[in-house]
């Protein structure tokens, strides 16, 4: 019987052959663009799945009344900690991170990569794993570093590479070794990692890194950092907002808080 349906359906197609083509190129390029909508989908999906507790993670934004005077991505880099100071009841923790290109050498390799410079909370606060190291103290030193196992196979050949030297050339042209504290688990694109598809980070050193390449991570005027928060559980992120422009209105300058709102 069946073998019959089969011999009737071929018949009817080539018989009405242009008819039929144009029904299965038809049927072709749908089911391709429906798996194609699938996959975005699915990747998208994917984005911060990995992050510990991502509902109540939030970055910072920065609405400019001015929109000459900084980014929407950046704002001021005393906002988190002071924030984690002054409103313990509304945010358990933060991380603010500089993203800077540099030169990376291992004997005749030398590359330019794409460097973090943040606070240490960035393993606990997120939950990244480390194939290698320790992620309570790994990002503790400024002169160690934290990579990925795709730089560690890069530079090293392997994973197992905790102890081992990387050097970092600063903007002024300093040269420096940072020994390899921690080498990440493989994740997939987050917002942290990867805060633009022109911004992902394999390298990730410690705020106090930030004086050897000649970079900043203070000051309330300071508004080209990038800040994340994790707020406490039901805590409302209107409420968190008011308390965001309170600082700023108290520390910030008066070009800065009367141009700038938090978002």
Do not use: C
Request: glycine share 6%; net charge positive.
């Amino acid at each position: 019987m069946l073998k019959s349906y089969l011999k009737i359906a071929w018949r009817n197609l080539w018989k009405n052959k242009i008819f039929s083509l144009i029904n299965i190129l038809g049927l072709s390029v749908g089911i391709a663009f429906t798996m194609l909508i699938g996959a975005y989908v699915w990747g998208e999906l994917q984005v911060n799945h990995q992050l510990r507790d991502a509902d109540n993670q939030y970055i910072i934004q920065s609405k400019w009344k001015d929109p000459n005077m900084g980014f929407v991505i950046g704002s001021s880099a005393e906002l988190p900690k002071a924030l984690k100071e002054n409103y313990p009841g509304l945010v358990t923790n933060y991380y603010r991170f500089d993203g800077i290109t540099t030169n990376v050498s291992k004997g005749d390799k030398h590359f330019r990569e794409t460097v973090q410079v943040g606070d240490s909370t960035l393993l606990n606060m997120y939950g990244f794993k480390l194939l290698q190291g320790n992620a309570n103290t790994a990002l503790n030193d400024p002169f160690s570093v934290v990579i990925t196992s795709q730089m560690a196979m890069k530079y090293f050949g392997r994973t197992n590479v905790v102890g081992q030297l990387l050097n970092f050339e600063s903007f002024s042209g300093d040269k420096h070794d940072f020994t390899v504290a921690g080498v990440l688990d493989n994740f997939s694109k987050n917002s942290v990692t990867a805060v633009s598809d022109r911004n992902i980070s394999d390298f990730f050193v410690n705020a106090d890194a930030a004086k050897y390449f000649k970079r900043n991570l203070s000051g309330w005027d300071n508004t080209y950092i990038v800040d994340y928060i994790e707020l406490k559980k039901g805590t409302d992120p209107e409420v968190v907002e008011k308390a965001m422009i309170a600082l700023l209105h108290k520390n910030a300058s008066e070009q800065i808080s009367k141009n700038l709102t938090a978002a």
